[in-house]
């Protein structure tokens, strides 16, 4: 089971980015796929969630209008899409998978919002 997140970087505040996260090794489809991040000194927390088919999603009110969570299960794929980047944004994402207690995580990404 691997998931690798890709995108992170540095960008300014008002800015964009978005994140990928691959997975393989499980059936992706069947999965809620979730974003966490972790900024220092404070505790992981969610971000915005989808679930296997795509059909719901939920955010974290510090990002409700802002950020997008989407998939793709024909690549495996789940992606944030993450407008008006604020310097509080700064974090760790982290892709989490999740599927009847079986839980994996990403080794996560770098998201810097500095000027």
């Known amino acids: 089971v691997q998931l690798v997140e890709s995108g992170g970087g540095l960008v300014q505040p008002g800015g964009s980015l978005r994140l990928s996260c691959t997975a393989s090794g499980f059936t992706f489809s069947n999965y809620r796929m979730s974003w966490y991040r972790q900024a220092p000194g404070t505790e992981r927390e969610l971000v915005a969630f989808?679930?296997?088919?795509?059909?719901?999603?939920n955010y974290a009110d510090s990002v409700k209008g802002r950020f997008t969570i989407s998939r793709d299960n024909a690549k495996n794929t789940v992606y944030l899409q993450m407008n008006s980047l604020k310097a509080e944004d700064t974090a760790v994402y982290y892709c989490?998978?999740?599927?009847?207690?079986?839980?994996?995580w990403g080794q996560g990404t770098q998201v810097t919002v500095s000027s």
């Open positions: 989808i679930t296997g088919a795509g059909g719901n999603t």
């Open positions: 989490r998978a999740s599927f009847q207690g079986r839980i994996y």
